[in-house]
C-alpha cells in the first residue's frame, strides 16, 4: 500500500464505477452523480469547503500518465468541480460551485493524497470490504443491488458457482487439460462475470448450475482457447478489464473461428408425452393461477447483456421498460418507448459493425432487415429466426415496424399491452444480439 500527493487534473473520474456501470467519458460519470446523488453530492461539496479538504484518500490506480480513481469518485469529483466550477454538468450547479469556492479559505489545493495500487485485483477486493454508511452523502454511499451488481459483473466476484473450476473441471474431464497446469482463476471469472459472455462461449450458470448451451465439442474448443490465453499469459488482466476489452477479445476469437455459432445452439428436449391417470372419476381442475406480467421486460428473464459506455441512454430505456413502465398504467408510453429501444439498439449495431449497406435515408424497417441478415451472415442467429425478422418488414402483419410507427403516430391506433406483449417476444433475441454487438 503506497499514499502519494498527485495532481488533481491527474486523476480520472472512473467512467466504469460500479455506481453506475461503464459510460461514455469522464464527463458523463460525473453527469450521472449528480442525475442520482444530487444531494449527498452538495452536502460533501459543503462538507470538503467546510473542512478545507478531504479526509479518505482516494484509491487510485496508474493509467497510463493519469490515475483512475476507483474509490472517492465522488470525493475527487467535488474537488475537480469546486477547482473548476465550468464543467459542472447545470448552469444551477455551475452557481452552486462557484459559490463554494469563493468561501475555500487559503489556497485551493491543487495535488490530492491517494492511495495507489497498482494491483487491480487487490482493488476490487478493498472495494469489497467498504461502502457500510452514508452519513447523508458525507460519508461513503451504501451500494444498492444495481451496483453491487455491476460490481460482480465486472469483476465475477460471488459466493455462487466459481466459474473458473467448472470449466477447468469440464476440460480436465474431455482429456483437454493438463490438471497439473492451472488456470488463472480470477481472470477467466472476470471474462466470463456476465451471463452474454458465457453464452457467446457457449454455456450458462443463470440457473446455479453450468449448463451447456451450444454444442458441447464446440464449446470446449473455446474454453481451451481462452485458458490457453490466460494461462500462457498472453491474454493479461488488462486484456480483460471492461466491457470494450472483453468484447474486442471475444470478437477475435469469434473471427478466427474459435466461439461456437448459432448452429450449434442446442435445442431443449422435448417433453416425453404424459401417461393418462387411471381415475374412474375425474376431479374438478382448477387452472393455477399465474402472476400478471407487469412490465414490458420481464424481471424473471436474465437477459444476457453488456453494455458499453456509447449505450448509456439505451441502458436507461432497458431499465425503464424492465422496471419502472407499468403494462396497465403507462401501454402509451411503453408503446413509444419500446419503438425508441429498437430503433436505438439497430443504429448501435450499424455503428458497432460498421455496415455499409445500410443507407442515412433506410427507413427503420429497412434497418432491421438489413442488420437481421448481417446476424445471420455472421451466425449470431438462424435462418428460421431471420426469415421471422423479415416478416417485420411487411406492413399487413399485425407484429411488424408499420405496427410500431403506429403506436408512435397514429392518433386512433391503441397499443394493447398482450399485443406488445407478443411483440416483444418476437423482437427480445433480435434486441438482445443488436445490444451485445
Known amino acids: 500500500m503506497a499514499f502519494r500527493s498527485l495532481p488533481l487534473s491527474l486523476l480520472i473520474v472512473n467512467k466504469a464505477n460500479d455506481r453506475h456501470g461503464e459510460l461514455e467519458n469522464e464527463t458523463a460519470a460525473i453527469g450521472w452523480l449528480f442525475s442520482n446523488r444530487e444531494l449527498h453530492m452538495r452536502n460533501l461539496a459543503k462538507d470538503i469547503v467546510a473542512e478545507g479538504g478531504i479526509y479518505d484518500a482516494p484509491l487510485v490506480t496508474p493509467n497510463g500518465e493519469e490515475y483512475l480513481v476507483f474509490d472517492g469518485n465522488r470525493r475527487v469529483t467535488c474537488m475537480k468541480l469546486i477547482a473548476r466550477p465550468n464543467r459542472s454538468p447545470t448552469i444551477e450547479l455551475q452557481r452552486f460551485f462557484i459559490e463554494l469556492r469563493e468561501q475555500w479559505e487559503g489556497e485551493f489545493p491543487s495535488r490530492i493524497t491517494c492511495q495507489v495500487e497498482s494491483n487491480r485485483d487487490?482493488?476490487?477486493?478493498?472495494?469489497?470490504?467498504?461502502?457500510?454508511?452514508?452519513?447523508?452523502?458525507?460519508?461513503?454511499?451504501t451500494w444498492d443491488d444495481r451496483m453491487k451488481s455491476n460490481f460482480v459483473e465486472r469483476t465475477g466476484k460471488s459466493s455462487g458457482l466459481h466459474i473458473a473450476d467448472e470449466v477447468e473441471k469440464r476440460l480436465v474431464g474431455a482429456s483437454l487439460w493438463d490438471s497439473k497446469r492451472k488456470i488463472p482463476r480470477s481472470n477467466m471469472n472476470r471474462l466470463l462475470s456476465s451471463e452474454a459472455y458465457r453464452n457467446r462461449v457457449g454455456f450458462s450458470i443463470s440457473r446455479g448450475n453450468f449448463e451447456f448451451t451450444h454444442n458441447e465439442t464446440a464449446s470446449l474448443k473455446a474454453l481451451f482457447k481462452i485458458a490457453d490465453d490466460l494461462t500462457s499469459k498472453s491474454v493479461v488482466l488488462n486484456d480483460i478489464w471492461d466491457v470494450s476489452a472483453k468484447r474486442q477479445y471475444l470478437d477475435r476469437l469469434d473471427r478466427e473461428g474459435v466461439l461456437p455459432t448459432a448452429a450449434d445452439v442446442l435445442?431443449?428436449?422435448?417433453?416425453?408425452?404424459?401417461?393418462?391417470?387411471?381415475?374412474?372419476?375425474?376431479?374438478?381442475?382448477?387452472?393455477?393461477?399465474?402472476?400478471p406480467r407487469i412490465?414490458?421486460?420481464?424481471?424473471?428473464?436474465?437477459?444476457?447483456l453488456t453494455w458499453s459506455g456509447e449505450q448509456q441512454r439505451l441502458k436507461a430505456i432497458w431499465d425503464e421498460l424492465a422496471c419502472n413502465l407499468e403494462l396497465s398504467k403507462h401501454p402509451n408510453a411503453i408503446a413509444v418507448m419500446f419503438r425508441v429501444l429498437v430503433e436505438l439498439a439497430v443504429d448501435s449495431y450499424i455503428?458497432?459493425?460498421n455496415l455499409s449497406e445500410v443507407h442515412e435515408n433506410d427507413k427503420l424497417s429497412n434497418r432491421v432487415l438489413k442488420v437481421a441478415a448481417d446476424m445471420n451472415a455472421r451466425?449470431?442467429?438462424d435462418k428460421r429466426y431471420y426469415d421471422e425478422c423479415k416478416k417485420l418488414n411487411n406492413s399487413d402483419q399485425l407484429l411488424s415496424m408499420a405496427t410500431m410507427n403506429s403506436w408512435v403516430h397514429s392518433p386512433r391506433f391503441n397499443p394493447s399491452p398482450q399485443h406488445m406483449i407478443s411483440m416483444w417476444g418476437s423482437l427480445s433475441t433480435f434486441i438482445v444480439e443488436c445490444i451485445n454487438a
Open 267 to 291: 435445442t431443449p428436449p422435448s417433453m416425453p408425452p404424459s401417461k393418462p391417470l387411471a381415475i374412474s372419476q375425474p376431479k374438478p381442475f382448477s387452472a393455477p393461477k399465474t402472476q
Open 295 to 304: 412490465t414490458l421486460i420481464p424481471n424473471d428473464v436474465e437477459y444476457p
Open 351 to 353: 455503428r458497432s459493425m
Open 122 to 141: 487487490r482493488i476490487d477486493d478493498i472495494l469489497y470490504r467498504r461502502h457500510t454508511g452514508t452519513q447523508n452523502g458525507v460519508g461513503q454511499s
Open 379 to 381: 451466425k449470431k442467429i
